[in-house]
Every structure is written in structure tokens, then in C-alpha cells.
């Protein structure tokens, strides 16, 4: 050990107890900020997992549709959409990056339970179901799941059957006939409100529409009524099989989502017209790989003429990237008060340390020791302090997490409904472990040098008459 | 009073008119007052003077740790003001030694490890480090307390340990300030006469500030200064 660190980790065992002081502040903003750290990855990936199971990674749409379309989705349909699937799935760029590829269709209306006359405007969404439920199944992070798979509720090849939000079922009056718990009973009022002149209008007009919808059978499952203007601009009517309500985390959209088989959205969206896709959603088997599948696609749009553009999860659902950023502004905030107390708590020991060795650095100096060599001394303490804090409350933050990951603790982290096993993310946290340890030390080192800078300053024979 | 200048044999200091004037409590003093004098070399040479006659800024000044207000000082020929700070440092760690009156030993080095200190500082290499580090404890007779920290040695011991660090390297100059002020008589005595034999043995040249009659009894050249200018100096025959 050279002599440097030899006099550097004994005077931090000279005073024991101070040394420990500093190297327990150390370790506890390592501590802090690593458990933070590996709460909001955790968070922040379960959030991403959450919307890419949902909306996949990339939707293709119409020029113009993310911007204009959402008003009017009939009028940006992709007429060519198995053509435009064919040329992604067969790419052999995307090929390999592609998990689902998938058409959609999106719309809104109003949903109608005419058995207790409810109706609420809805936002519906027309899936291929085997391609929901293999996007379900996308978990890049390996996150655990709460409860046990539940078996589909919409299949291929059952074209009038979806899926509700359990707000919407209960505005429905769905309740009983879900078996859905925690539903407050409809008061007599609403159980049989006074039938308004639009609610008959929407009746008459679905018994002259609803014939063929009908008569796919539902199995015994209740019925809604779904009533949205074609592209045409014409009033139509298609019924669903209501197979399951589904909680959605948000308020707004659990009182407003109908999840249904393609056909019957585009069904109901172009009646006897072309039958289009809204939207194409692509489902990478990786994150990371969505730059180069969108540029990619840019590509292959631009080669083939096509009037096509492409976003991403976090520019469909904005909350993703607010979240990440307040969580970042939180973690900053957390690492700027962990580092401030870091910067005093070093400054304050080795200033201390300073003050008691005056003599001791003046005789250095007369040995022959230069300034920049007393400076060297006391940053190297203030840097194995940062070493064995940084140290320490790094591995007593893998120690809680460890804990808390074996707690069996769970919540219910924004924009879901159920909840789910909390975890502190400690695998693929190389970066914040090495970022955690390596500012600190360095902070601790930078603190060390403001008394070290006074130290080498001191004149040699000031210093030794200092008793 | 008697001056020698450029007397006989080469010298290991040579101050011309050096003053050193500093503040004190916004009162202006003047430690040093013109002196101009030689040191011979290999000698064992002592500064004598009442407290307060200026005799410690003047081993301060020649132990190149402080620096003269006017006036030019020659420390083993080399013209300190003419260094940078590095080069004063690098030339007090090659050619002078201290031994301070309270010892100031590193507290947590033991005895081996303050005496092997000022080689370190000198990049000597380790065989021939641990060599003369184990040479000279056996010098002062610290063999057995090789492993012992400062806060385990007696005054003395600690004061056989600061001389056996301030020559292990070989100095040219070993400067002592009042280095048996803080022992018994005893044990002064005992101090003294090691350091007799080792200037000696090491044909070093030592410069003590005192008043102990006991160790002006020791000394070769002896400069009695009052007031911070040299009032006597006399030479015992080599």
C-alpha cells in the first residue's frame, strides 16, 4: 500500500467515530439513491410493459390521422392494409424485430343496453383477438404477474364477442349479469329513467340495423348495442356480446372502452363500404429496436409511395414520457439533497481533520513534502471515506432490496387497474450502481479538496507553531 | 562580537545582512536584524540567546521554512530565494533534517515508518530503505520499539526517533530547535550525547537553538544573538 493511503486509511481510524459518521451519510445516500433508483426502473419499465402489451411499440396510421383523425378515423382508413402488413412482415430488416403485427381499428359512439334503457358514449377499439392476446403475452423485463393467465375472452372465431370496461358495464347496468363485485346497486330512478326522444330515436334505429349482428350467437352473454356513423357519414348499429369486463386504470376510459373482434368495428365504422384499417400496430420483440424499425419503415414507406406515417407508444400515450420525466425530476431532486448532505458532511470531517493536524502538516512540509503532496493526503481521505461509504450503502441497498422484493408487498402502479408485486429492480441496474458509487466517491474526493486546497496553502512555519 | 567570513574550510550557510521583520497583532518586530555570518560545515554548532532574541525565525531561515524580508541566504551553496516553492521543497527533503522540540512525529506511523518517511519522499528504493531505516533505529537504540506508534514511545524515545528521521537520508544540515526543552535532564543528556556521536559518525553538521547550558557545553561554534542581531560567536578548534 503506498504510503499515500497508508496515512490516509489510518487517520480515518484515528477518529473512528467521526469516520463513521461521514461513511454512514455516504452510505446512506448510496442506499437512498439506488432504492430510488431501482423503484422508479421498476416503475418505469412495469409502465412501458403496461402500454406496449396494449398499443404495441409503433402504430402506422394515415398521414395526418395522429394529428386530425381521431375526430374522423372513417376518413383515414388504410384501404390496403393486408398489403401493407405483407410488406412489413415480409421485410427482412423488420422481420426479425417484429413480434405482432397487427390492423386496428378505432372509433367512438355511443353503447346502449336498451334491457334498462343506458346508454354512454364509448371509444371503441376493433382488434384481431389472437393478435390482442399474443401482445398480452410481450414481457421484454420478465415482470411477474399477480393472478393466473385468465382464458381469452374474445377468440377469431367469434366475431360479435368483446371485451368492457367495468365502469362502462356498470353504467351499462352489466353488473349481475358480469358477476362484477364492489357495484353499487342502480337507483330506482336510473333503473328506469323516462325514455328521452334520442334513446327511442337510437332504438328504433337499431331495431331496423341489428338483425345480422344478432344473429351470431352469444352465448348466453349480455348484449350491448353500438351505435357510431359510418364513414358516409350515416347512422349504424352492430351488437356485441359483452364476454368480460375488464377494470382499464383510468376513469375515463374504463367508462368509456368496448374492445371488439376487427370485423365488427368495421363493420360498424364502413357499414357496406370498403372495409379498412385504422391503424397498423407493430409489437417489437424489443424495445430498443424501435429507432431503426422506424426508420426503417420511413424507408419502406417513402420507396413505395405509400401515404403512411409512424409513432410510438410514448407519442400515443404522452403520460408515459410526463411520468418518466417527473420521476426524473424526483430522482434529481433526491440525488441533489443526498449530495449536498454528502458535500457538507465530507467538507465538515476533513476540515476538522485539517485543524487537528496543522502541526502534522507543517513537519511534512518541512520534511520536504510538496503543497500538492498535503493536498493528495487529504483528497486521498476524503476519497477512500467516498470508497468505503459509497461501498457500503450500495451493498446495504442491495440488502432491502432484496428484502422488499421478498416481502410479497404489491401495488397498483398508475394507469392499471390491478394490482401487482412491487419490486425494486435489481438486475440490469449495472448503470445506476456504477453512476450511484462513482458520484458519490467522486463527490466525496471533490468535498475532500476544498480543506486539502486550505491545507497545502498553510505557510510551514505558521503551521508549526500552531499548537 | 566576532563575525567569521568565508573562514576556514567550505560552509554550510552564509547570511548577508538577512533581516525578517513580521506582524504581530498589527505590531511590526523584527526577529532577525542584519545578520551576516558564516556556518562551517561538520560542525557542531549552536544559536544561543535569551526568549525572544530571535533564534528559532533564524533556524527557520536556514532551515529554508521561512524566508528573509531582505538580505540573501546560502543554505549547502544554494541561493534560496532563487527557488521555486517545489525546488525549496525538493531541497529541504534532500539536504536538511529537523528535529523540533515536541518531537512531531506522525502519529499514526510507527517508529520504523517515521524514520523510513523522509526516504519515501526521496523515491529511494526499498531494499536500501529498509537497510538504512533498520541502521539507523539500531543507532538510536529503537530497535525493539520498531512497531511502536508515538502515542507508545516515552519523551525520549520519541525525541532518539525524530533524530534517527531527521538523518536517515544523509542531510548536509541537521537543524534542532530547543530539542531537549521538553525531556529530563537525564534523558537531555543522553539525547545530546547521541547526537554528538551520530554528527560524528555521519560528519553532518548540526545547528541547535537553546539555552541549556548543559548542551552549549557541547558545542563547536557557538552564536549568541540578542535582540535578533549576533552578538558573540566563538569557534571551538576543530
Redesign the interface.
Known sequence: MS?LL??AS??IL?NGRRSLMTTLAIAVGASAMLLFGEYLAFMILGLQTTMVQRIGHLTVSRQGYFELGSGNPAAYGISDYREVMKLIEDDPVLKPMLNVATPNVTLFGIAGNFDVDASKTFFGSGVVPSDRERMKQWNEYGFERTAPAQAPAMTDAEPNRGVIGVGLARILGLCERLKLGDCPARSAAAAAPPVSRAVKDFTELAKGDLEATRAAPGGGLPRIDLLAATAGGAPNVVSLYVARAEPQGVKELDDSYVVMPLGLAQQLLYGRGEHKAVGIVLQLHRTGDIPAARARLAALFKAHGLDLEVHDFSELQPVYKQIIGMMGAIFSFIAAIMGVIVLFTVVNTMSMSVMERV??I???????????GIRRQFVAEGLLLGILGASAGLLAGAAIAYAVNHAGLSWTPPMQARPVPLRLLSSGMQALVIGVWLGLVALATLAALIPANRAARMQ??DA?RHV | MSTQEGGPGPLVARLREVVKTYDDEGLRVTAVNGMTFDIPRQRFAMIVGPSGSGKTTLL?LL?C??TPSSGRIEVCGQDVAALS??EV??F???YIG?I?Q?F?L????SAY?NVE??L???GTGAAERRERTESMLESVGLTAQREHRPSQLSGGQKQRVAIA?ALVKGPELVLADEPTANLDSHTGAAIIELMRRVQHELAATFIFSTHDPQLISHAEETYTIRDGKLIEHRSEAA
Open positions: 504510503l497508508k496515512i489510518r487517520n484515528r502541526n502534522e507543517g513537519t511534512t512540509r518541512a520534511l520536504g513534502v510538496r503543497r500538492a510551514v512555519v508549526l | 527557520n532551515g521554512i521561512d516553492d517545489n521543497s525538493d529541504r527533503s534532500r529537523f523540533f515536541n512531531n506522525i502519529p499514526v506511523l515508518e518517511y523522509p519515501l519522499l526521496l528521521r
